[in-house]
């Protein structure tokens, strides 16, 4: 299956860089298109599991976001899916003790004042990763880098994080950084523009780190 932005290299990269093996327990965070929850319900096979997580704080989005993910569930051979909607901060409660929690261009949405609107913050969202995680798993953050200096404050605008700020907020949650990736860099990127501006969409300069739950 192809995502739109990634090459077949890439994916493949991405996945192991996830550490997405078969019989994880895998939770796919605002899975929009349902594109990674579909594929990683093909790696971990049927002995694993997928949550695929629409956070209620875009659950009324005009796409229907929940509702694209039941029917995904429902497709055949995606029995290992499971659609499930809550607060953010109530992850924990819809999902099992997961091998990998994956955040693909959301994590700066933390610090959004739509993301924001029910009370979620980036520090309480992270402990509920914390608290669902099982010991040894993998919290992984692809997102869009902001200029050096930036910290959180391009989030609400140009939806760009700096990836400093991700590194200092996980690990006030406890966690370890186990793996930085650069496969998916643009030295081009001049980190001035909205992430969906059309000279940049698609191509933005991102970061990969991967923390790990002592």
Sequence with gaps: MEIPMYDQFKLSELIRFARVDAGATIIDVYPGDGDWTRLFSDVVGPEGRVYSFVPAEVAHFKN???????????????????????????????????????????????????????????AQFNRAVYERLKPGGSYVIVDHTAAVGAGTGDAQSLHRIEPASVRAEVEAAGFVLDAESTMLANKDDPHSMKVFDPAIKGVTDRFAHRFTKP
């Design 64 to 122: 229907d976001p929940v509702g694209r993910m039941r029917t995904l569930a429902k497709e055949s051979g995606r029995e290992n899916v499971e659609a499930v909607s809550a607060d953010l901060v109530a992850m924990p409660e819809v999902t099992q003790p997961a091998d990998v929690l994956w955040l693909h261009l959301f994590y700066h949405d933390l610090h959004t004042a739509l993301i924001q609107a029910r009370g979620a913050t980036a």
